[in-house]
């Protein structure tokens, strides 16, 4: 007697191993399976099972439009930057920077690029509608490129005697070293505790801290007081500090707590001019990171996260990739390899493609024809980024302020108490300075002018290339300009 059950287990078994007993068939592509890269493919094309954790952040550029970025948890601020360069395909000139803004109490600082993103934001309130700000910042290693124009001597004193003088570079040297250091001292105002009014005090910063003198400007231990330290605090930039503090002048700075907390733990403080206030706002950075600033400055694509340019390639295709400068000038071919000499040769072609359509308005045989070119020459300039339309004053100021006092910064705008002229306003000597650019008409053509006529310029574009070439009746060449950048 048969048992179903079993007869039919019988059967599954049976023809198990007659596949078994089957003989195999060659597979026909044996390249596909044992190659040597796969191991490689596989590892690099799938994700690993312990990935880090990711966050999305959102950066903020200065027209206000936003970029929302998926970025891993120990990602630095050099590390965020670097990936907007690529996404957006700017010219990484390590002069990016991100900015941490603080609305509701009207501050804002430079994050240094060793800084964890995620730790920062950690640290801002719920409620908070605190920003990340993405642009240009040249001053951000100014001063270990010129280092005269930040410490001024009446600002700068040594704890022990020197012999001779001591120069603006080895005052930065001392900032560097853990054995020396210089004092920053001076008159600061500083908002009283819990109060709206403010105090002028001398104030002295030395390696442990910042300290006030309770007596006039002496220097003595019993008459000197503890105001902040730096490890647990941030030094920011007050942006609009008579309005929101009541602040007596334009140049206020102040120390706020890493953690989340109120205005009343700001220590507020404020310098009678600029030059005053940067000089104390770096003297701070290079005592709070030392070394770690001067490494940033040196190797500024050691990212901490893995996102430095080395480990990300640029968001182009092959063929992008693989186009090279060429120069056809000669009987032969060849290709350009010298990075500066690549630029050169392009800015070259621009300037006589320009000429080239400028000859062709010109010579158009209409009646309107100079009328038209002139028009032209007169509107051409506002494509330009360094071009910033109907802004005021003010606005120019603190567009160059916000991009950095450098030399050389500047931007061009239209003059509010001339409509038919425009405005040079630039940076120099960490002040910045407004030129009017008069039009000179000669045999019924228009030019654009800066000397009352001795050097002449057919349009804006022309005056700008010049200048960046030669200084002329300004302090110095124009070399960085202020742009709107949109992400």
């Keep these: 007697m048969e048992i179903p059950g079993i007869d039919l287990c019988t059967r599954r078994k049976k023809k198990d191993l007659d596949v078994l007993e089957m003989p195999s068939i060659p597979n026909p592509f044996p390249e596909l399976c044992c190659s040597p890269f796969t191991s490689v493919l596989s590892a690099g094309l799938f994700p690993k099972a312990n990935s880090r954790k990711k966050q999305v952040i959102k950066v903020y550029s200065e027209d206000e439009t936003s970029r929302a970025l998926e970025v891993p948890s120990d990602i630095t601020a050099r590390d965020v930057c670097q990936l907007l360069i690529l996404k957006n395909h700017y010219i990484d000139d390590h002069s990016w920077t991100l900015f941490e803004h603080l609305p509701h109490i009207g501050l804002e600082r430079t994050m240094e690029d060793h800084e964890l993103v995620i730790e920062v934001l950690s640290n801002w309130g719920m409620e908070e509608e605190n920003k990340l700000y993405f642009r240009k910042n040249y001053a951000k290693y100014e001063f270990f490129k010129n ?17 001779g003088e001591i120069s603006p570079t080895q005052i930065l040297q001392m900032f560097l070293s853990s054995s020396t250091y210089p004092e920053i001292h001076g008159f600061l105002h500083a908002k009283e505790q819990g109060k709206k ?4 005090i001398y104030f002295l910063l030395r390696r442990s801290g910042l300290y006030f003198s309770t007596k006039g400007t ?18 920011y930039v007050s942006l609009a500090g008579k309005k929101k503090h009541g602040a007596p002048t334009n140049y206020g700075f102040c120390f706020k707590p890493n953690k989340a907390g109120g205005p009343r733990d700001l220590k507020m403080l404020c310098a009678e001019e600029e030059q005053s206030r940067t000089c104390w706002v770096t003297a701070i950075r290079l005592l709070k990171y030392g070394m770690q600033l001067y490494q940033n400055y040196m190797h500024p694509y050691q990212g901490r996260s893995g996102c430095s340019s080395q480990s990300i390639s640029p968001m182009r295709s092959i063929s992008e990739n693989s186009l090279v400068a060429m120069d056809f000038s000669g009987q032969k071919s060849r290709v350009i390899e010298n990075p500066t000499e690549a630029l050169s040769v392009a800015v070259e072609e621009g300037l006589a493609w320009r000429k080239k359509g400028c000859l062709r308005l010109a010579t158009h045989g209409s009646p309107t024809a100079s009328s038209q070119s002139s028009a032209t020459n007169m509107a051409i300039h506002r494509s330009q980024p360094w071009f910033h339309h109907k802004i005021s004053r003010e606005e120019a100021q603190r567009l160059i302020i916000q991009q950095g006092l450098v030399d050389g910064v500047f931007l061009v705008r239209d003059s509010q108490s001339n409509p038919k002229t425009f405005v040079l306003s630039m940076s120099h000597g960490q002040k910045i300075k407004h030129f009017q650019i008069i039009p000179v008409e000669d045999d019924g053509e228009l030019f654009h002018t800066l000397d ?33 950048i949109a992400l």
């Excluded at 009014?197 to 002028?200: A, F, G, L």
């Design 147 to 163: 280092p005269m124009y930040f410490f001024p001597e009446h600002m700068v004193s040594f704890a022990t005697e020197t012999n």
């Design 197 to 200: 009014s403010w105090k002028k």
């Design 452 to 484: 009352d006529g001795h050097t002449r310029f057919t349009d804006l574009i022309q005056l700008v290339e010049f200048y960046q070439l030669n200084k002329g009746v300004l302090p110095c060449k124009l070399k960085h300009y202020c742009a709107r």
């Design 218 to 235: 002496s220097k003595e231990p019993r008459h000197l007081q503890f105001f902040s330290e730096f490890g647990n605090s941030d030094i």
